[in-house]
């Protein structure tokens, strides 16, 4: 009889863990731009920009931000109160594996006309 190696459910849960914080922050991310739109649409394109800053993209408001820190907020504290406290430093590394791996999707798809200013601030 032949043994196959099984990984551990915990192992499988991680990986898992991975995947929802990757595809949670990719989510988030496009929801919180459709649902705050940027200044200068608030203003009707009427904004002057500060120089280098020309694009609207590169518009940042503080309602986004917030907004992000509350969800990010939340989403920490639920992933948190289901972890028992001898495991929180596997999932502190599968959060981070998965916030790389969400990371890595979006820059693959920027082009070359992508203005990289707006993620470097």
Known sequence: MVHNAVPALEDLCLVCLESLVSSFSLHTAKQII???PDMVEELGGLKESAPGT??????YTFDR?????????QFGGWVMSH??????????NAVLVGLDRATRIHKASWTRTTDNRIFTK
Do not use: G, N, S
């Open 83 to 92: 972890i028992v406290w001898y495991l929180e430093d596997r999932v502190f």
């Open 34 to 36: 459709k649902l705050v």
């Open 54 to 59: 020309e694009r609207p993209e590169t518009d």
């Open 65 to 73: 931000q917030d907004l992000l820190q509350h969800t990010v907020d």
